[in-house]
T-cell receptor, first 115, second 115 residues
Framework: AQTVTQSQPEMSVQEAETVTLSCTYD???????LFWYKQPPSRQMILVIR??????QNATENRFSVNFQKAAKSFSLKISDSQLGDTAMYFC????????????FGTGTRLTIIP | EPEVTQTPSHQVTQMGQEVILRCVPI?????FYWYRQILGQKVEFLVS????????KSEIFDDQFSVERPDGSNFTLKIRSTKLEDSAMYFC?????????????FGDGTRLSIL
C-alpha cells in the first residue's frame, strides 16, 4: 500500500515571495507518477504539476517547480513569485504506473498568500 | 476547457434516506472515479469505473454504495440508507486513460450533509 504524507497543515507567505511545500511518500513501486493538485476556495481540484518517477529531471510549469528526490521518496513543490491567486489547499498525490489507477492523496497543506 | 460537472453542489438528506450524486465527466474520457473528503481529512478513493463496470473499489465502498453510467454522459454515485458518517465532500473525476500521463480531472464536488 502507498502512503503520502504532507507534514505542513498550514503555511503563509508574503506575496511575491517563494514558498516550498513538502511531501513524502512510501511505496514499493519503482514506476509511478506524482502530482500536486490545487484546491482553491471555489473547491475544484486543479492539476498543478506532475512528475514521472523514471524521469530524473524535475518538472516545471511556469512559477511552479518540483524537487523530486526518488531515493528519499520526497516530492516538494516550490512556488516562485507567489500571487494572491495561489491561496488554496495543495494536495500531493501518487499513482503507480501499472496496476490500479487510483490516486492516493496526502492530507493537504493550506497555503495563504498575504498581500 | 472541458470540465467535469457535478450536481447538486450541496445535498442535505435525512439519515436513512437514499441519495444520488450526479456527475458529467469530460466527453471523451473513458475512466471515471469517485473520491470522498470528510471535513478536515484527506481525499480518499472510493471507486473507479471503466467500460461499464467497476475496475477497483476501496474498503469504504461497501454494499451501501453503487455507481452507474445510465446513459452516455452521466456517472452517478448512489448511497443507500445514509448514515451520519457519510457526510463529506464527494468528488467525481475522469481521465482519458488509467495512467498518470493522462491525469484525472476533478469536478467541484458535492457537499453531502446527513442530518
Amino acid at each position: 500500500a502507498q502512503t503520502v504524507t504532507q507534514s505542513q497543515p498550514e503555511m503563509s507567505v508574503q506575496e511575491a515571495e517563494t514558498v516550498t511545500l513538502s511531501c513524502t511518500y512510501d511505496t514499493s513501486e519503482n514506476n509511478y507518477y506524482l502530482f500536486w493538485y490545487k484546491q482553491p476556495p471555489s473547491r475544484q481540484m486543479i492539476l498543478v504539476i506532475r512528475q514521472e518517477a523514471y524521469k530524473q529531471q524535475n518538472a516545471t510549469e511556469n512559477r511552479f517547480s518540483v524537487n523530486f528526490q526518488k531515493a528519499a521518496k520526497s516530492f516538494s513543490l516550490k512556488i516562485s513569485d507567489s500571487q494572491l491567486g495561489d491561496t488554496a489547499m495543495y494536495f500531493c498525490a501518487f499513482t503507480p504506473v501499472f496496476g490500479n489507477e487510483k490516486l492516493t492523496f496526502g492530507t493537504g497543506t493550506r497555503l495563504t498568500i498575504i498581500p | 476547457e472541458p470540465e467535469v460537472t457535478q450536481t447538486p453542489s450541496h445535498q442535505v438528506t435525512q439519515m436513512g434516506q437514499e441519495v444520488i450524486l450526479r456527475c458529467v465527466p469530460i466527453s471523451n474520457h473513458l475512466y471515471f472515479y469517485w473520491y470522498r473528503q470528510i471535513l478536515g481529512q484527506k481525499v480518499e478513493f472510493l471507486v473507479s469505473f471503466y467500460n461499464n463496470e467497476i475496475s477497483e473499489k476501496s474498503e469504504i465502498f461497501d454494499d451501501q454504495f453503487s455507481v452507474e453510467r445510465p446513459d452516455g454522459s452521466n456517472f452517478t454515485l448512489k448511497i443507500r440508507s445514509t448514515k451520519l458518517e457519510d457526510s463529506a465532500m464527494y468528488f467525481c473525476a475522469s481521465s482519458a486513460r488509467d495512467r498518470g500521463n493522462q491525469p484525472q480531472h476533478f469536478g467541484d464536488g458535492t457537499r453531502l450533509s446527513i442530518l
